[in-house]
């Protein structure tokens, strides 16, 4: 039995806590914010999208950029800024943007899904988090504007055994709202089984799970500022505002602040905030919102349910570290939504959010040891945090017990 310290009170953080206590190990969490979930786990999509995984790096996406660069409402921002960060993660990302490193990084990401859905599935069974957290498995519609777009999925849906191709009228008749819609819509590929569930309410159900068991210690409202290091420059703990924590093992999962951390170490993780949008609106009597969770392909906007709530999640901005609600990309956002859902919840009294994706250019989060023995790592889930918590927590968990990963680790290390 070791004793881990887990920097970090978002999903990634959390999830690592629980494998940690299921594996025997003891546990400290800390957490810089006085609440767990206040970075980019708090208002996210919702999606727990195990089988719609390929990375955003993919050919054809450079040219895609430069056109949705200069559409007002496009999905994508870019602000130069004056920082190797920025720019060594771009042309890392370009170098991702080739069709054959798409595919393997897919196949190494469903693989990583399948196994987060079980991962999942364990976890709400021996947590019994029950129905508080709005769990629900309407499956995943990914609609399609564009006619020649459409035919290019669907000729590739309809081999895979997973996915069905729906015409327009299927896509109606499965999902009635999008009769509302002003959208023109070519057709939408159909995964069964995709869940969406809230992303926060799970983290406050775990972490009161986590307090409750009698290995496990919080601390929230404590930053880490460094590490302590033994004379052989193992991690032994770390520093924070409240004091030293010691740790055999210490688990970075940061979020985009792991970047930081880590650079204390010398150790350059390759991250970048992607930074998106979220509106959550009250539903009741008179909207007609989706049932089935809904990705509108070409605008990059995510709908789900959520209790009685629509979570509607948008954009990548490569902006910075900067979480401020813009009003210009706001109100983008509500133009689309009202056109493309136009009865489907109250826009008027919808909560607007920002975060931040810490993205890697592969997609792919990292996961295991570090170049620094003591330190282990669980970062850089990007657009699918949620979703692939649940494995990459497992993973490290095994490592830190001396057990072998029980998934491959190509593709998923620094
Ligand atoms: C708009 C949007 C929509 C999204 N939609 C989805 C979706 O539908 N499905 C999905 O799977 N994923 C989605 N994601 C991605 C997902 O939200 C993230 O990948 C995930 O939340 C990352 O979790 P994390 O725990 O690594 O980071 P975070 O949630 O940011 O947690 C990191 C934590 O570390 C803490 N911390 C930072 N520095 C320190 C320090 N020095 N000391 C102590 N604590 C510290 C922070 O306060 C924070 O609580 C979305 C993201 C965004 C922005």
């Not at 595919?103 to 508080?132: K, M, P, V």
């Not at 954009?315 to 136009?342: E, I, K, N, Y």
Request: charged content about 20%; some cysteine; glycine content about 12%.
């Amino acid at each position: 039995m070791k004793h881990c310290v887990v920097i970090g009170g978002g999903v990634v953080g959390l999830t690592t806590a629980w494998a940690l206590l299921e594996r025997g190990h003891g546990v400290t969490l800390v957490e810089r914010e006085g609440e767990v979930a206040q970075g980019a786990s708090r208002a996210n999509g919702g999606q727990l999208s195990y089988r719609y995984v390929s990375p955003l790096a993919d050919a054809g996406v450079p040219l895609k950029a430069l056109r949705w660069l200069i559409d007002p409402d496009g999905p994508l921002r870019f602000k130069p800024e004056l920082k190797w960060a920025q720019w060594s993660w771009l042309l890392a990302f370009l170098r991702n943007c080739r069709g054959p490193v798409n595919r393997l990084a897919t196949q190494r990401l469903l693989a990583l899904g399948a196994y987060s859905q079980a991962s999942f599935a364990r976890l709400q069974a021996e947590a019994g988090l029950g129905d508080t957290i709005a769990l629900r498995s309407p499956g995943k519609l990914v609609i399609y504007r564009k006619p020649a777009e459409f035919a290019r999925v669907a000729e590739r849906a309809r081999g895979s055994g997973a996915e069905q191709a729906l015409s327009h009228d299927d896509c109606v008749a499965l999902e009635p709202a999008l009769a509302d819609t002003q959208a023109s819509l070519a057709g939408g590929i159909f995964t069964p089984g995709e869940a969406v569930a809230d992303c926060h309410a799970f983290c406050s159900r775990l972490h009161e799970r986590l307090v409750a068991h009698p290995g496990f210690r919080g601390h929230l409202g404590a930053a880490v500022t460094g590490f302590v290091r033994s004379g052989l420059g193992r991690v032994t703990g770390v520093q924070t505002s409240a004091g030293v924590v010691e740790g055999d093992a210490i688990i970075l999962a940061a979020g985009l602040q792991s970047r930081a951390l880590a650079a204390g170490l010398g150790i350059e993780l390759p991250l970048y905030p992607l930074k998106g949008y979220s509106l959550t609106a009250p539903i009741n009597g008179v909207h007609r919102p989706p049932e089935v969770s809904v990705t509108d392909f070409e605008r990059k906007i995510l709908y789900a349910r959520i209790g009685s709530d629509l979570r509607v999640a948008a954009m990548v901005d490569l902006v910075g570290a900067d979480d401020r609600l813009d009003a210009g990309r706001l109100a983008s956002l509500q133009r689309s939504v009202r056109a493309t859902f136009p009865r489907a919840a109250d826009y008027d009294r919808a909560t607007p959010w920002a975060g931040l994706r810490p993205a890697t250019p592969s997609g792919a989060p990292i996961v295991g040891a570090s170049t620094v023995p003591g330190l282990w790592l669980n970062v850089g889930h990007g657009a699918l945090g949620f979703t692939f918590s649940f494995a990459t927590a497992n993973i490290v968990a095994e490592l830190v017990s001396g057990r072998d990963s029980p998934l491959p680790l190509e593709g998923l290390t620094l």
